[in-house]
Every structure is written in C-alpha cells, then in structure tokens.
C-alpha cells in the first residue's frame, strides 16, 4: 500500500505530536507519583516515629 506523501506527512506529524503529548502527560504523571510516594513514606516514618 502506497500513501501519498502529503498524507504520509500529516501521519507523522500527529504520530509526533500524540507522543509529546504521552510523553509529557508520563512525565508529569510521574512527577507527580513520586510527590505522593514520597509524602505517603514520610507520613509512615512520622507516624511509625511517634
């Protein structure tokens, strides 16, 4: 199957743009996981500390 180029480009240019996105939302996702990992184990040794 043979695309024409035009379509070929607009594929990729939104195959780049849906994978920033990803990887920006995985990225803040992640940041934001280890916020909580991070209060979560300090809120443990607190609690455990007391």
Do not use: D, Q
């Not at 695309?3 to 939302?25: D, H």
């Not at 979560?40 to 609690?47: E, K, L, Q, S, Y």
Request: glycine share 4%.
């Amino acid at each position: 199957m043979k695309l024409p180029a035009k379509l070929k480009t607009t594929i990729s240019a939104n195959a780049n743009r849906i994978l920033f996105r990803a990887t920006a939302f995985f990225v803040a996702a992640s940041s934001y996981w280890v916020k909580v990992i991070k209060t979560g184990v300090f809120a443990i040794g607190f609690i455990m500390a007391k």
